[in-house]
């Protein structure tokens, strides 16, 4: 069954500690991937994506995310948080024709100033 | 603001109502899916279509479901029959998805929460 597995659902960090947060996808096939953030009060909106070539993509406001396909991979990094990244954070997995995505449970990320 | 539309923003229903939604995604986007939210989860995919064409819908999604997208633009989602496991957040997103290519991305809009009482 095509799934996505997101490992922590909630993380509280302090500004300026680095962020790591896990993907692991079930997908059969070639895959595209997506990382979006909800911040407090507003819509999903795109931080990232990864479609092919280099595995190690960059998005908006800092972040990053690297895919090993070998481990079915993509987390979410970002070197040093902001008290402006508390949001809650999906990772998402289509197919290589497109269509539906398929979403993880989301974590939550709170940043103490 | 040429993003993704939905309305209403809010609904609040009784069980047993019937309720529809509406859609406007981004001009010229090609493709439009629906998704459902409940708290606590991420988006839950429902259907989508490819212009008019409805191309997949979720198993999921029971016969009191139905969307539509007539003119290839606006999409309307209705729910028959409302009850109460139906509360939720109902997303919608457009793509631009270019013939022989697979890198279509999803925008979506803010949603429109429903409430059934």
């Known amino acids: 069954a095509q799934s996505v597995s997101q490992h922590n659902h909630h993380v509280i960090l302090s500004e300026a500690a680095s962020l790591e947060l896990g993907c692991n996808y079930s997908?059969?096939?070639?895959?595209?991937l997506f990382w979006y953030v909800q911040y407090p009060g507003q819509h999903l909106q795109l931080l990232l994506k990864?479609?092919?070539?280099?595995?190690l993509v960059k998005g908006i406001k800092g972040f990053e995310a690297e895919f090993i396909k070998s481990k079915f991979s993509f987390n979410l990094r970002k070197p040093s948080v902001q008290w402006s990244d508390t949001a809650e954070y999906f990772c998402a997995v289509n197919n290589n024709q497109g269509g539906k995505l398929i979403f993880g449970q989301g974590t939550e990320l709170s940043v103490k100033p | 603001d040429t993003g993704v539309s939905q309305d209403p923003r809010h609904k609040i229903t009784k069980r047993g109502q019937n309720v529809t939604f509406r859609c406007d995604p981004i001009?010229?986007?090609?493709?439009l899916y629906w998704y459902r939210q409940t708290l606590g989860q991420g988006p839950e995919f429902l259907t989508y279509f490819q212009n008019e064409a409805q191309l997949e819908k979720s198993r999921l999604l029971s016969d009191r479901f139905s969307a539509e997208r007539p003119k290839g633009s606006f999409s309307t989602l209705e729910i028959q029959r409302t009850e109460q496991g139906d509360s939720a957040m109902y997303l919608c997103a457009s793509s631009l998805s270019l013939a022989g290519a697979s890198t279509d991305t999803q925008y979506f809009g803010p949603g429109t929460r429903l409430t059934v009482l």
């Open positions: 997908y059969g096939g070639t895959v595209n």
């Open positions: 990864y479609f092919s070539g280099d595995p």
């Open positions: 001009s010229e986007h090609n493709r």
